[in-house]
């Protein structure tokens, strides 16, 4: 696989009021190879009032966090682990007064120990996971010029009995909260794009499965579609105007694309086969789908006005679960097999398509905002749960669902819209780090 | 096949403990070998604990254990013979007994994805009641909805369970 290199120029001030010293880092963010060797300090901590998280347990979550990132190969001060052969350090401090917790951040290279990445961040103790995931981002930003996903959300269905209700919650497993509790079958929820929405299908009113939505945060849902028959597979459009999805109104499953509130529904296949699982380019010009019109499901490309139909996947046999990159130039799709299902990745033209999982039945794949890793719901361990790939050939990485047998996840947009906890820059040399 | 085990047992139940010997000696033979089941029924009053269950009380009117089920082959909603066959009798019952009113329920296996299999269940419900229809039972009578793979009859995960999970399920309403 053709790998990524990104220079970063990284200013360093080695004494305040020193001239600044360019260095050049090269980091490999797509090709399976070096990853950043990170050594995690604990955070220095004064007396902590009740409310405020035990210092481990905020290291911990950082170490996670950089950890899940793929960026960093990532080794803790805590463990006793000595800071052999690392590149980088973490640490920092805490501070909780009158309900406000300060964390000041700080990256040094070593062994120079010259500050890459200093910056403070304030919230409410409430809030402190918030701002550990925060610093986690922002050191990913200073390493690969892009923010990390810490402080993304991870929508899944939890299988309860014969009934699945929809599910919510942090990255790395925290706060997670049911949205409904209907008793009934909900399946394939869709983030709307800035976060705060979720749409899914469910047959909680008894009858044919319909579209609902509901606050990411919790609280009423409310109905998008109800048309006879089918309504399924929901996909909201990049722009949140649209939701593209699965009627059968008119008799057979067909793919319309609905405005954000369920009216004016506009239809896009016309095929006496099964037209189904609809998914967006980030441009929102194009739409992936499943069709079976050549026999077996296999993945198509239209326009967003349904025209110009092509098909996508040639090489493998059954194929469905389209989801189309965040950075527009993969598709990743899952492919029958004797156990369930295989993980794809082929390029948005349908050339390259390769082998990402395998191994028990891997499904419903979807794109984290940053493009770097797919998750996905699999048995390969045991019960249905998440896990996520990073797409460089090392094994598939469970998240921590508290042990709830879950499906179809789906990946919450980037966090800079979704965090209400702002850092306040204090004295970051390099804002945003990019080259 | 996956019933013999119960019907053994069922067997051994049922008789007299002259002959228990005998039969248990037959039960540890039995399960290899594929001509087992008819024996056990000529000892057996019933021949399924179901429709014992149900033949006591004769009813008047037509009950959802009158009815069928169509299977369906892997991937496929095209009517196979024996659902055709289903598919007349629940014809003739509709007919006969025009106060009923059904719904048929689309199901699938597991090996397809959730949403492309709730589209197919929704054609194997839809090529079911289209076959009622045209064999003059009224649309307005038959009502379909589709489970796709959520809501499976056979929860193994084995041929002779998806082939159970791969049909058109009537339900009386």
């Excluded at chain 1, 369930?340 to 979807?366: I, K, Q, T, W």
Aim: include cysteine.
């Amino acid at each position: 696989m053709k790998r990524l290199a990104v220079v970063l120029l990284l200013a360093v001030l080695a004494v305040p009021g020193a001239r600044a010293q360019t260095r050049e880092v090269r980091i490999d963010i797509a090709g399976g190879g070096r990853r950043t060797q990170l050594y995690c300090e604990a955070f220095a901590a004064g007396r902590l009032p009740a409310g405020a998280p035990a210092a481990r347990q905020a290291d911990e979550v950082l170490a996670n966090d950089l950890e899940q990132s793929s960026v960093f190969l990532v080794s803790r001060a805590w463990s006793g682990q000595p800071p052999f052969d690392v590149q980088a350090v973490s640490g920092g401090r805490w501070k909780v007064a009158s309900g406000q917790v300060t964390l000041e951040g700080e990256v040094r290279d070593f062994p120079a120990r010259r500050s890459i990445l200093s910056k403070v961040y304030r919230g409410s103790i409430a809030d402190w996971r918030a701002l550990v995931h925060q610093f986690a981002d922002d050191i990913v930003l200073q390493f690969t010029g892009e923010s990390g996903v810490a402080r993304t959300r991870i929508a899944f269905i939890a299988v309860e009995g014969r009934n699945k209700e929809l599910w919510v919650m942090d990255l790395d497993g925290a706060g997670a909260r049911p949205l409904t509790r209907d008793r009934s079958i909900a399946l394939s929820p869709s983030w709307s794009p800035e976060g705060s929405l979720l749409a899914f299908s469910t047959y909680r009113d008894g009858g044919s499965p319909r579209l609902y939505v509901v606050p990411a945060a919790g609280g009423k849902l409310y109905p998008v579609s109800a048309r006879s028959g089918l309504n399924t597979s929901p996909a909201y459009s990049p722009d949140g105007r649209e939701i593209a999805c699965t009627l059968s109104k008119d008799g057979n499953s067909e793919i319309y694309v609905l405005d954000a509130r369920g009216g004016s529904p506009r239809r896009l296949t016309d095929s006496r086969a099964i037209d189904t699982s609809p998914c967006w380019a980030p441009t929102g010009r194009e739409i992936a789908f499943t069709s079976d019109r050549s026999g077996l499901p296999q993945v198509y490309v239209m326009d967003r006005d349904g025209g110009n139909v092509r098909r996508l996947t040639f090489e493998v046999g059954y194929t469905d679960s389209p989801a189309w990159s965040p950075r527009g130039d993969l598709v990743a799709f899952v492919s029958r097999t004797p156990a369930g299902f295989d993980l794809y990745v082929c390029a948005a033209d349908g050339a390259n398509a390769r082998l990402v999982v395998s191994g028990g039945s891997n499904e419903n794949p979807r794109w984290s905002p940053d493009g770097r890793h797919l998750v996905f719901a699999s048995n390969r361990e045991g019960p249905y749960a998440l896990f996520i790939s990073d797409l460089d050939g090392r094994p598939p990485r469970k998240l921590d669902t508290g042990g709830r047998t879950a499906m179809s996840p789906s990946w919450s947009p980037s966090a800079s819209r979704i965090v209400t906890a702002v850092p306040t820059n204090a004295s970051n040399s390099n804002p945003g780090g990019r080259p | 096949m996956r019933r013999t085990p119960a019907l053994l047992f069922v067997a051994t139940m049922a008789t007299a403990a002259l002959f228990a010997a005998g039969c248990a000696k037959k039960a540890a033979e039995a399960p290899p070998t594929p001509p087992a089941p008819p024996v056990v029924q000529t000892t057996t009053p019933e021949p399924t604990p179901s429709s014992a269950s149900e033949t006591p009380v004769p009813v008047p009117t037509v009950t959802a254990g009158d009815f069928t089920d169509a299977f369906f082959d892997l991937d496929s909603y095209a009517l196979r013979d024996d659902a055709k066959v289903a598919l007349d009798l629940a014809a003739k019952l509709l007919r006969d007994q025009a106060d009923v009113n059904v719904t048929l329920e689309g199901h699938c296996d597991e090996r397809g994805t959730v949403e492309y299999n709730q589209a197919l269940g929704e054609k194997r419900a839809n090529a079911a009641r289209d076959y009622l229809v045209n064999a003059g039972v009224s649309a307005a009578r038959v009502q379909t909805l589709s489970y796709g793979k959520e809501r499976p009859f056979a929860e193994g995960h084995d041929e002779s369970s998806w082939a159970q999970n791969r049909r058109a399920h009537f339900v009386l309403r």
